[in-house]
């Protein structure tokens, strides 16, 4: 049995209001639903990695929130990656975000590039994230789906090895606001507009909504 997810993580899904997607956000994200749709129809499983360059920000809040979503609207079989073109470590910010919105988030590791787990709903696995480069050995190496989340590793990776099919979905880097007055907004920002377009994209997959 589907167990329910964290109340306020069900609160923020709740709030999203898909309606105020721009057209022109719906048809760059038109292609990966047509490949989520796709995967479904012939009952495979879905593995995607979400790509950024430093694989510190957005693609983790990808990460997350697209398990997040398609636990929500019941995607069976499908598990969620991300890499960079280079490893750093996942910000502090990111986790603290996720954290006022909702999530239940342990920390497993005090290095360099920590460890975190990142749980959504009580009875489900977390999502595992650090900061790796795409091709890591704990990501696929092939039949993924690669969504790139950032302009310049959009640029960097005209070809990304294994993946069947690429997706540039970029988003704008909360980074830039780093130790300013602004960084709390902007990161919480940056998290909501992800959450509103994965609600948006697995809504159009889902059984309840095949338009």
Same mark, same amino acid.
């Given at each position: %049995?589907?167990?329910?997810?964290?109340?306020? *993580? #069900?609160?923020?899904?709740?709030?999203?209001?898909?309606?105020?997607?721009? =057209? /022109?956000?719906?048809?760059?994200?038109?292609?990966? @639903?047509?490949?989520?749709?796709?995967? @479904?129809?012939?009952?495979?499983?879905?593995?995607?990695?979400? @790509? !950024?360059?430093?694989?510190?920000?957005?693609?983790?809040?990808?990460?997350?929130?697209?398990?997040?979503?398609?636990?929500?609207? /019941? @995607?069976?079989? %499908?598990? !969620?990656?991300?890499?960079?073109?280079? +490893?750093?470590? %996942?910000?502090? $910010?990111?986790?603290?975000?996720?954290?006022?919105?909702?999530?239940? *988030?342990?920390?497993?590791?005090?290095?360099?590039?920590?460890?975190?787990?990142?749980?959504?709903?009580?009875?489900?696995?977390?999502?595992?994230?650090?900061?790796?480069?795409?091709?890591?050995?704990?990501?696929?190496?092939?039949?993924?789906?690669?969504?790139?989340?950032? =302009?310049?590793?959009? #640029?960097? !990776?005209? %070809?990304?090895?294994?993946?069947?099919?690429?997706?540039?979905?970029?988003? #704008?880097?909360?980074?830039?606001? =780093?130790?300013?007055?602004?960084?709390?907004?902007?990161?919480?920002?940056?998290?909501?507009? *992800? +959450?509103?377009?994965? $609600?948006?994209?697995?809504?159009?997959?889902? $059984? /309840?909504?095949?338009?």
């Amino acid at each position: %049995m589907k167990t329910q997810l964290l109340s306020k *993580i #069900e609160k923020t899904i709740e709030s999203l209001d898909v309606s105020t997607i721009s =057209d /022109e956000r719906k048809q760059i994200l038109q292609p990966f @639903i047509d490949y989520l749709k796709s995967k @479904i129809s012939n009952k495979q499983p879905i593995r995607l990695n979400f @790509i !950024c360059t430093h694989n510190s920000r957005r693609s983790h809040l990808s990460q997350v929130w697209a398990q997040t979503l398609a636990y929500h609207f /019941e @995607i069976k079989d %499908m598990q !969620c990656f991300s890499g960079g073109t280079e +490893a750093t470590a %996942m910000f502090p $910010k990111v986790a603290e975000t996720l954290s006022k919105q909702g999530f239940s *988030i342990q920390k497993l590791s005090e290095t360099s590039n920590p460890v975190y787990a990142i749980k959504y709903a009580e009875s489900e696995h977390p999502v595992i994230c650090f900061s790796k480069t795409y091709d890591d050995a704990f990501n696929p190496n092939h039949g993924f789906g690669a969504i790139m989340t950032c =302009d310049s590793a959009n #640029e960097a !990776c005209p %070809m990304v090895m294994g993946a069947e099919g690429r997706f540039p979905i970029t988003y #704008e880097d909360p980074k830039a606001f =780093d130790g300013t007055a602004l960084q709390d907004e902007k990161y919480l920002e940056r998290s909501m507009q *992800i +959450a509103m377009e994965m $609600k948006y994209v697995f809504r159009k997959v889902s $059984k /309840e909504n095949p338009s």
